[in-house]
T-cell receptor
C-alpha cells in the first residue's frame, strides 16, 4: 500500500498518560496535515507542515499537543497528560503543494482515553 | 480564518432521485473546494473538487457548482444508488503555486439512500 499510513490504528490509554502517533505520508508529498474527528463531525484542523516546517497550529489546540516532522517525511503527534476529551479519531493527510493535487487521508488512529 | 458551513446535516432520498448538499465559506481568498465521501469506518476520500476559476464541474452522476460572489458551493448527485449512502464533507482552501493553506471542512452531511 503506497498511500498514507498511520500507526497505531487503535490506542487505549489511561487519563494522564502521554501518547504518540505516527504518520507516513505518500513519499513525494511535501504537505502533511493532522486532523481530529469525533463522531458525527467533520475533520477538525489541528496543524500542518510544508516539508519540515510547521506552518500553523490551531488556536483551539492546547499546549499538551505537539507535532513534529523532523526530516520532512514522517510526522508524529504527541498528546501529553491525556484527558477523556481527547478521545477521537486522529487523521493524517498529505498532498503535494500547488494547484491540482488532492489531499489523501490515512486510516486514522482511534484514541480512547479511559 | 476560514469557516465552512454545511447543510443539511442529514438527508434521505429515494433511490434514483437526486441529492443536493450545500456549503458556504467565509474567506473570499479560498480558491479550492474539494468534496470528500466517508463510508462507515473508512477514511475520507475525494470524490470531486472545483477551483474558483470555474462555476461548475461534472463527473458522471456527480456535479459541483460554485458561486464565488455569494461564497457558496453545492454538490449534486443524480440517479442516487445504495452505494451513495455515506457522509459527505465539503471543504475550502487556498491553493497557490508555492504554498497551500490549510483545508477547512464542514461538519458533514449523512446521506441515506432509501430503497
Amino acid at each position: 500500500d503506497t498511500g498514507v499510513s498511520q500507526d497505531p490504528r487503535h490506542k487505549i490509554t489511561k487519563r494522564g498518560q502521554n501518547v504518540t502517533f505516527r504518520c507516513d505520508p505518500i513519499s513525494e508529498h511535501n504537505r502533511l496535515y493532522w486532523y481530529r474527528q469525533t463522531l458525527g463531525q467533520g475533520p477538525e484542523f489541528l496543524t500542518y507542515f510544508q516539508n519540515e516546517a510547521q506552518l500553523e497550529k490551531s488556536r483551539l489546540l492546547s499546549d499538551r499537543f505537539s507535532a513534529e516532522r523532523p526530516k520532512g517525511s514522517f510526522s508524529t503527534l504527541e498528546i501529553q497528560r491525556t484527558e477523556q476529551g481527547d478521545s477521537a479519531m486522529y487523521l493524517c493527510a498529505s498532498s503535494r503543494i500547488g494547484t491540482g493535487t488532492e489531499a489523501f487521508f490515512g486510516q486514522g488512529t482511534r484514541l480512547t482515553v479511559v | 480564518g476560514e469557516n465552512v458551513e454545511q447543510h443539511p446535516s442529514t438527508l434521505s432520498v429515494q433511490e434514483g432521485d437526486s441529492a443536493v448538499i450545500k456549503c458556504t465559506y467565509s474567506d473570499s481568498a479560498s480558491n479550492y473546494f474539494p468534496w470528500y465521501k466517508q463510508e462507515l469506518g473508512k477514511r475520507p476520500q475525494l470524490i470531486i473538487d472545483i477551483r474558483s476559476n470555474v462555476g461548475e464541474k461534472k463527473d458522471q452522476r456527480i456535479a459541483v457548482t460554485l458561486n464565488k460572489t455569494a461564497k457558496h458551493f453545492s454538490l449534486h448527485i443524480t440517479e442516487t444508488q445504495p452505494e451513495d449512502s455515506a457522509v459527505y464533507f465539503c471543504a475550502a482552501s487556498m491553493r497557490r503555486v508555492n504554498r497551500d493553506d490549510k483545508i477547512i471542512f464542514g461538519k458533514g452531511t449523512r446521506l441515506h439512500i432509501l430503497p
